[in-house]
């Protein structure tokens, strides 16, 4: 099956190889309306690349994922049978189970606060593509009662 190329491995678009940057930098366009801070026009223009090294499970699980919304215009049944707040849940049970108590359990604490923050403020506006807004629409306002954590599941963690 092929990659699509907006993901497929190549130089540009490579992820976990063995000769990746930690951090580059591309220019950046000047939004409108937008406060600047006492930055200078060359540091406005450019913004921070971080490239992240993803097992290969989990990037076929992604091309997989990507190929059945894109492709194929198929969406995931929500609510999650397992969501976002169970699966970090675990997670920090997990990591507390390895013994290891320095300072890790208030720093997995404060980790897992943060990932579920940022999901629940950029889910809508950041972490979904065009197809899936207006389930997004419908589900935000069935559920709008709790956090999105608590409806979404591990695709949409990805």
């Known amino acids: 099956m092929p990659v699509p190329k907006s993901i497929e491995n190549t130089p540009e678009n490579r992820v976990g190889s063995g000769t ?6 591309t220019p950046h366009q000047n939004v409108p309306g937008t406060v600047t801070t006492g930055q200078s026009l060359q540091a406005r223009k450019m913004r921070l690349i971080v490239e992240l090294k993803l097992p290969q499970e989990l990037k076929s699980c ?8 894109n492709k194929h215009k198929q969406l995931f049944q929500l609510p999650a049978k397992k969501n976002v707040d169970t699966i970090l ?8 189970s390895q013994g290891k108590t320095d300072n890790r359990e208030y720093s ?16 809508g506006t950041q972490l979904l593509c065009q197809f899936k807004k207006p389930q997004y629409a ?3 306002l069935a559920y709008s009662h709790i956090p999105m954590s608590q409806v979404y599941g591990a ?4």
């Open 89 to 96: 849940a675990e997670y920090v049970t997990f990591v507390k």
């Open 108 to 123: 997995i604490d404060e980790l897992v606060y943060g990932i579920r923050e940022y999901f629940n403020r950029m889910l």
């Open 62 to 69: 992604l091309v997989e994922d990507w190929e059945l919304i």
């Open 138 to 140: 419908e589900i935000h």
């Open 20 to 25: 990746t940057r930690t951090v580059s930098q």
């Open 155 to 158: 695709p949409h963690l990805l």
